[in-house]
């Protein structure tokens, strides 16, 4: 069980920044781009970094086009309401993310650290004779 998780903490973690990355840099590179990158730096620091990190390494990978796609296809339905209301960006994609790209995004932060403490009260191997 515990080699089970010694792989599940940092594999899901991976697959989570994965997508987060991808979705705001897709956001990022979108038709309301600036609108989001306007308000992030306001309202949500997570957003505007994992919107750098994102853009950087999709741009790194050329594969900012499939990001924005990927974007488009979770909150493409809502870029008409920022582009209605530029000051409320944030609020209206996080709105209209669904459950899955919302717990990514909150929750990556959260298994990060449930990882690092799993980590650190994992069971260790007693050595009780040393050989010399």
Same mark, same amino acid.
């Given at each position: ?42 309202? /949500?620091?997570?957003? !505007? ?7 950087? #390494? ?5 594969? @900012? +086009? ?37 717990? /990514?995004?909150?929750? !990556? ?7 690092? #403490? ?5 069971? @260790? +191997? ?7």
């Amino acid at each position: 069980m515990h080699r089970m998780l010694a792989w599940l903490f940092p594999l899901l973690f991976l697959v989570m920044l994965f997508a987060d990355l991808a979705f705001w840099c897709g956001v990022h590179n979108g038709p309301v781009g600036p609108q989001v990158l306007r308000s992030a730096q306001k309202e /949500a620091p997570l957003a !505007l970094g994992y919107t750098q990190a994102g853009d950087a #390494l999709f741009g790194a990978l050329g594969m @900012r +086009q499939w990001a924005t796609g990927f974007a488009e296809r979770r909150v493409g339905h809502a870029y008409r309401e920022v582009e209605a209301v530029p000051e409320a960006a944030m609020d209206i994609v996080t709105r209209a993310m669904s459950w899955g790209m919302r717990a /990514a995004h909150a929750g !990556l932060p959260f298994l990060l650290v449930a990882w690092g #403490l799993w980590y650190w009260r994992r069971p @260790r +191997q007693v050595q009780i004779i040393r050989h010399k």
